[in-house]
């Protein structure tokens, strides 16, 4: 496609120019946000784009222009995205990064995403080894440092490209050392991605998640702070826990056919019952793997480690932990009753999509959405006496990376859907288990569900193998957590009260999971909708 020709005499004179109010925001800005993956609403009635906030930034002879983007929509509700822009006559720009041709008087350069611009990307690690913050009207723009930055030497020399991988945010590499992700979509507070990510690496003794190199905060005043980017070591890596676990999962299979096992002699485990290793027979440790054994009872301690750092703080007044009361059961209640509606709407308004089992279950969840509610309602927040505490939020295995003998837990951003501030409320550590675990089991389903499924067993056998390997991982995974919890002093509760959080928060993950698959790909809205089944069918639930 063309790309538009702004004219200016001045690039010093741009965002105050006609030029960038009629031409660049009404004209070119909409063309180019509709090709950015960062942009998540590109399917929406747009009334106005705006531009909130702008910051000359100049670096040597260079001019760029940090850019706090307002989009109002149609139905009046705004969204903050960044932008930032510069000038450049380097035909190396990749397409992506262009906006506009720009003529200056008589010279002929491209208006670009700055991001691309090597120079600008110098430009921020350079102010961030600084910590430099540049005044503004509107407050200040400040550069900040981690500890693992203390002794950069000064005189190596910044090299730095962007991820091609397509994602909601941008992120840049520097030296092969360092991940700076750009945040696309802002938030008029501090990302909750930022603050995990600072406090677990700068205030507490966790190393299981990438440590903090840096920040960039456009700080308003004393009326809000903004997360622009954060920076973080980079963690070599074998790739997520998710590819990893689905190959576990096939290679259970595998073992399964190999073996001539009959699949009902497979250990039959309670489900959501804790297991140790020896308590299984040999036979299914051999069938699970014993490495996977081991890896399960690792993540499990990671997982516990990360909610005990947060724990323990008892000074920062965002991470004390709470106690259950009355005003989180009425934010959790009415919470999840939007969801259940949402879900129910966006079942009926698909329905036509759904065949075979799917469909029958879709059918069963409309059926049974009085008795859904009543679980979601049966919350009684006096009975509970263990902590609240800042989670991860969207714990899953696309959230951890396995390196050569460990994991680590990354992305503190929280749940998508979430407005900022419900992505901050302290809940029950159990909400992240039950989110690991829901995980586990997508990918069980992933396997059978793949297209690429080559497994001999019949369908019936291959959920029921699913079944009793998902009650042992799950097992295995329980036990380690609770016994870590327990050993360190993490108030989860006891038996009880750990059991019906467990399955009120594993509830609430596979009704929000529903709106995902809904939207994205529904075909797979039977692992969700089974995940409910099973749980409003569970007399031990909520009891």
């Not at 946000?33 to 609403?41: D, P, V």
């Not at 859904?372 to 006496?385: C, M, P, Q, W």
């Not at 329980?478 to 327990?486: E, M, N, R, V």
Request: proline share 3%; charged share 25%.
């Amino acid at each position: 496609m063309a790309l538009s020709t702004i004219k200016l005499k001045k690039w010093s004179e741009f965002t105050d120019s006609d030029v960038f109010s009629e031409q660049f925001l009404k004209e070119v800005l909409p063309g180019y946000l509709q090709t950015c993956r960062w942009f998540g609403a590109k399917n929406s009635a747009i009334r106005r784009y705006n531009a909130e906030l702008i910051i000359p930034l100049s670096y040597g002879q260079h001019l760029y222009y940090l850019i706090v983007l307002e989009i109002t929509f149609e139905s009046a509700y705004t969204e903050n995205y960044l932008l930032v822009l510069g000038q450049n006559e380097d035909q190396g720009i990749p397409q992506n990064a262009r906006l506009a041709e720009l003529h200056i008087g008589t010279s002929k350069k491209m208006l670009i995403d700055a991001l691309y611009d090597e120079r600008f990307r110098e430009f921020l690690f350079v102010n961030t080894l600084a910590e430099t913050v540049f005044p503004h009207p509107e407050g200040s723009l400040d550069f900040t440092k981690g500890r693992i930055l203390a002794d950069w030497n000064k005189n190596n020399k910044v090299t730095s490209r962007v991820l091609n991988a397509e994602q909601s945010n941008t992120t840049i590499v520097f030296n092969d050392n360092y991940y700076l992700k750009i945040y696309r979509k802002l938030f008029r507070d501090a990302n909750p991605d930022y603050e995990l990510t600072y406090f677990l690496s700068e205030k507490t003794k966790f190393t299981n998640s990438p440590r903090f190199a840096g920040s960039i905060t456009w700080k308003r005043g004393v009326s809000y702070e903004v997360t622009i980017a954060l920076m973080q070591e980079k963690v070599e890596n074998k790739g997520d826990a998710w590819t990893y676990m689905l190959d576990e999962v096939k290679q259970f299979y595998r073992r399964l056919e190999d073996s001539k096992i009959p699949v009902r002699q497979l250990d039959e485990i309670k489900l959501y019952n804790t297991l140790k290793s020896n308590d299984l027979s040999n036979r299914m440790t051999e069938l699970v793997g014993e490495q996977t054994v081991r890896n399960i009872q690792k993540l499990a301690l990671r997982t516990a480690q990360m909610h005990l750092a947060l724990f323990k703080d008892k000074f920062t007044r965002r991470f004390v932990p709470k106690a259950f009361n009355t005003d989180y059961k009425a934010w959790l209640l009415n919470r999840m009753i939007y969801h259940v509606d949402h879900r129910c709407n966006l079942l009926e308004n698909n329905m036509h999509k759904l065949s075979g089992e799917a469909l029958e279950y879709a059918k069963q969840f409309l059926l049974l959405k009085p008795r859904i509610k009543d679980r979601i309602l049966n919350f009684h927040s006096s009975e509970l006496y263990s902590m609240r505490v800042r989670i991860h939020g969207d714990y899953h295995l696309g959230q951890v990376i396995l390196t050569e003998d460990d994991f680590y837990i990354l992305d503190f951003e929280g749940e998508p859907e979430a407005t900022i501030r419900d992505r901050k409320v302290k809940q029950p550590p159990m909400k992240d288990v039950a989110g690991m675990l829901r995980s586990f089991q997508y990918a069980i389903y992933a396997n059978i569900f793949s297209p690429d499924n080559n497994i001999s067993l019949s369908k019936k056998d291959q959920f029921l193998a699913g079944e009793r390997y998902y009650a042992v991982i799950v097992g295995l995974f329980l036990s380690k957590y609770i016994d870590t919890a327990f050993d360190e002093g993490l108030d989860i509760g006891y038996k009880h009260e750990i059991d019906f959080l467990l399955r009120y928060h594993l509830l609430e993950k596979a009704i929000y999971e529903m709106g995902y698959e809904l939207n994205s790909r529904p075909d797979w809205v039977i692992i969700p909708l089974k995940g409910v089944l099973d749980l409003i069918n569970d007399n031990q639930h909520g009891k």
